[in-house]
């Protein structure tokens, strides 16, 4: 039982660059998450998905897209990267409590 | 006003201190709360959960909750060096999670 796994666990993009960030949980959860944490922000929603099926945005869904594409995995996408993007990235899935993968460190120059 | 607010610290105690830690939130319709540890490069993992007011115990850490007063506290009890880290506070309501920015931990041996 691995619980949630994000790929990769770092990235270092130029500005204007694509990439997809993987979460995958074995858990068998309904409800999806994608934060981006930041030094002196806490934990920033950006996408959630409630079910298969659904998303929504969150705080700051700006720049990102996201797909979840089955029940256990759940995407998040920078189409176009820009340096304010350079952060952590965590996702989380949830039955009652919401459980974090290890995080993916993402640097945009 | 944020939904959560949290003194970031930090904090530095010696071994075998008690360690209070605390968030303020603004809606009174908040109903589940939950204090998360996370270490250095690592994601959030859960520490405590609960929904409703009093205190709730978990070996030497006590989460509380005042409704009244819209506060929420973390105890640790005989601090160790490997609670060194930092937590964060959260809320849950429905699909949505907000998050204190975190208090870094610091305990010295």
């Known amino acids: 039982n691995a619980g949630v796994t994000q790929t990769p666990k770092f990235q270092v993009l130029k500005t204007g660059q694509s990439m997809t960030l993987q979460c995958a949980q074995d858990?068998?959860?309904?409800?999806m998450y994608w934060y981006r944490q930041d030094p002196g922000m806490g934990l920033r929603l950006i996408y959630y998905?409630?079910?298969?099926?659904?998303?929504d945005k969150g705080e700051v869904p700006n720049g990102y897209n996201v797909s979840r594409l089955n029940k256990r995995e759940f995407s998040l996408r920078l189409e176009s990267a820009a340096p304010s993007q350079t952060s952590v990235y965590f996702c989380?899935?949830?039955?009652?409590?919401?459980?974090f993968g290890p995080g993916t460190r993402l640097t945009v120059t | 006003q944020k939904e959560v607010e949290q003194d970031p610290g930090p904090l530095s105690v010696p071994e075998g201190a008690i360690v209070s830690l605390n968030c303020t939130y603004s809606?009174?319709?908040?109903?589940?709360f939950m204090w998360y540890r996370q270490y250095s490069r690592k994601g959030p993992e859960l520490l405590m959960y609960?929904?409703?007011?009093g205190n709730k115990e978990d070996g030497r850490f006590t989460a509380q909750v005042d409704k009244s007063s819209k506060y929420i506290s973390l105890f640790i009890r005989d601090s160790q060096p490997s609670d060194s880290a930092t937590y964060l506070c959260?809320?849950?309501?429905?699909?949505?999670?907000?998050f204190g920015t975190g208090t870094s931990l610091t305990v010295i041996p």
């Open positions: 989380a899935s949830k039955s009652y409590e919401q459980y």
């Open positions: 858990m068998n959860h309904n409800s």
């Open positions: 998905s409630a079910s298969e099926g659904t998303t």
């Open positions: 809606n009174s319709a908040f109903q589940y």
């Open positions: 609960t929904y409703s007011s």
């Open positions: 959260a809320i849950n309501t429905g699909n949505q999670f907000y």
